[in-house]
T-cell receptor, first 113, second 111 residues
């Protein structure tokens, strides 16, 4: 069964450093998303991406965050200057079309120290 | 503010029983409804999607939707210990718009 692949599975970074989280969505999917989940909390929407541009973003997705799809397969989330409160599980998801549920990747656990 | 509410649990049921999980949502224009299962430390895994009022069955799982009451539920028949997980209700205005998740209900199936 096709999978959404995320790397790395776990990243530890110092506060203020830049991190890039990587995702390879399912190849025939058209919509791409980043969500995050802090410990014991809800899964929260960050940003959606369609047709090579951001289609929607949440209040969390401020100027410190950016996304890109540089080569037609990878989908990346960059956090420019990490804060302690950015520590969370980050999930990439992709969607084939309107009548299908999202497929989530296995996640990247980001720990900011 | 779009909200999805779930009882956090834990909901404990004996093996073989029916587990009933409930969810309410605030956004009346919501059209797409999903149940995800999440094991501890893992990503959400889609179990069921439902788009119209009524029941939808898939194996041991039945999703029920009542848009007038803004209520969606998940029934798990013949519960197994492997069903022990957190069940997330997720809602969106249409299929490709961002999902709004509830906090999840933790289910524990006791052998």
């Amino acid at each position: 069964e096709p999978e959404v692949t995320q790397t790395p599975s776990h990243q530890v970074t110092q506060m203020g450093q830049e991190v890039i989280l990587r995702c390879v969505p399912i190849s025939n999917h058209l919509y791409f998303y980043w969500y995050r989940q802090t410990l014991g909390q809800k899964v929260e929407f960050l940003v959606s991406f369609y047709n090579n541009e951001i289609s929607e973003k949440s209040e969390i997705f401020d100027d410190q965050f950016s996304v890109e799809r540089p080569d037609g397969s990878n989908f990346t989330l960059k956090i420019r200057s990490t804060k302690l409160e950015d520590s969370a599980m980050y999930f990439c998801a992709s969607l084939q079309g309107f009548d299908y549920g999202y497929t989530f990747g296995s996640g990247t656990r980001l720990t900011v120290v | 503010q779009k909200e999805v509410e779930q009882n956090s649990g834990p909901l404990s049921v004996p093996e073989g029983a029916i587990a009933s999980l409930n969810c309410t949502y605030s956004d009346r224009v919501s059209q797409s409804f999903f149940w995800y299962r999440q094991y501890s430390g893992k990503s959400p895994e889609l179990i069921m999607s439902i788009y119209s009022n009524g029941d939808k069955e898939d194996g041991r799982f039945t999703a029920q939707l009542n848009k007038a009451s803004q209520y969606v539920s998940l029934l798990i028949r013949d519960s197994q210990p492997s069903d022990s997980a957190t069940y997330l209700c997720a809602v969106s205005p249409s299929g490709n718009t961002p999902l709004v998740f509830g906090k999840g209900t933790r289910l524990s199936v006791i052998a």
